[in-house]
């Protein structure tokens, strides 16, 4: 049957006859809000490339967690930054770091929440890398026993969920054993476990001041020409014990997206980066976007690609939009 007999414009002729037919949801349920923690008190200075988002001070944090919170966002990701970098990035993984003390503030104040803390060491180091560093050079293995101790003093301080971003190879499987040795069996991973070398991510180490002080990350970050081997990385992961895995960017890699979807059944998450909701905000500042509906349509689009979950400064701003 053909036209005229099929006519697709008759179920878009209102609102109402779009809305039943509708095959994408976006909720606030999906949603993960990143938020960035300093020390210090009654700190809160906007990210200049990131507009409505902040490095604050813990105070803060918690009035901003209770907002999300209540906005019905369900999950936050934290980011730390530390008063002291050095080699190792000991504050990572130290009892009083800053992200061990957001998190016990915000579980103290808002249990409900779920907080997911960002597993990595290039916010704490001195040069920057997500790595132990050696004649230049970024080693695998002994990162590994770091981040193990990182997400253990993160579950120890409350972390609801860890999330390894550092692409070092058999992180998850250290984390997991070290999780579990500490009596932490019921702590769920979310691997960063498609996460590309992006030109995305400047903003972002802007607010985490995370840039590397020498070369970049494309030496364990993946080249983003590839999509088979992100198939690779996620069985990977899964084998060694990921509950959640994420794909990162979201944007260019829908396609990624789409695929990591149909191969596995467990939970699918999507960052929206950083660069992701700075152009938007930029193009909405010169007056070119209609900002409102741009974000929904990026948003829509990566769900419909099969994101189950999605990081993205957007989720305060959104979640008040599906509100109404
Ligand atoms: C840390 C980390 C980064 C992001 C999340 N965790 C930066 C990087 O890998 O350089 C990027 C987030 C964003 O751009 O919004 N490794």
């Known amino acids: 049957m053909s036209f005229p007999k099929q006519r697709l414009r008759r179920m878009r002729q209102t609102e109402n006859f779009r809305k039943l037919v509708r095959e994408t949801q976006l909720s606030p349920d999906d949603f993960i ?41 369900p999950s936050v990701l934290l980011f730390g930054i530390p008063e002291h970098k050095d080699q190792l990035g000991s504050e990572a993984y130290a009892k009083k770091g800053i992200i061990q003390q957001a998190i016990k503030a915000i579980k103290d104040k808002i249990p409900e929440l779920i907080v997911i803390t960002d597993v990595c060491l290039c916010e704490y180091t001195s040069h920057g890398h997500c790595g132990v560093i050696k004649n230049g050079k970024i080693l695998n293995d002994p990162t590994l026993q770091l981040l193990a101790k990182e997400a253990v003093s993160h579950a120890k301080a409350g972390a609801d969920i860890v999330a390894p971003s550092d692409m070092m190879d058999g992180r998850v499987s250290a984390i997991r ?17 498609a996460k ?122 959104a979640a008040k939009i599906l509100k109404v």
Do not use: C
């Not at 960035?36 to 200049?48: N, R």
């Open 33 to 73: 809000y990143p938020l960035f923690a300093v020390h210090g008190k009654g700190i809160k200075k906007e990210i200049p490339s990131m507009p409505g988002n902040y490095q604050q001070s813990i105070d803060n944090i918690v009035k901003d967690a209770k907002e999300t919170y209540s906005l019905g966002i």
């Open 177 to 193: 054993n070290a999780l579990d040795k500490e009596g932490f069996i019921d702590t769920p991973i979310m691997s960063y476990a």
């Open 196 to 317: 590309y070398a992006s030109s995305f991510y400047g903003p972002f180490r802007d607010a985490a001041e995370s840039t590397p002080k020498f070369g970049d990350r494309r030496t364990y970050q993946m080249d983003p020409a590839n999509a088979r081997e992100a198939i690779r990385e996620v069985a990977l992961d899964i084998e060694e014990g990921a509950d959640i895995v994420m794909v990162k960017p979201a944007l260019s890699y829908l396609d990624i997206i789409y695929r990591v979807k149909n191969e596995f059944n467990l939970p699918v998450a999507a960052y929206n980066v950083s660069g992701e909701f700075s152009i938007i905000k930029a193009g909405a500042k010169l007056g070119w976007i209609d900002e409102k509906r741009m974000m929904m349509e990026v948003l829509t689009s990566i769900k419909r690609a099969g994101a189950d979950l999605i990081l993205t400064y957007f989720a305060k701003e």
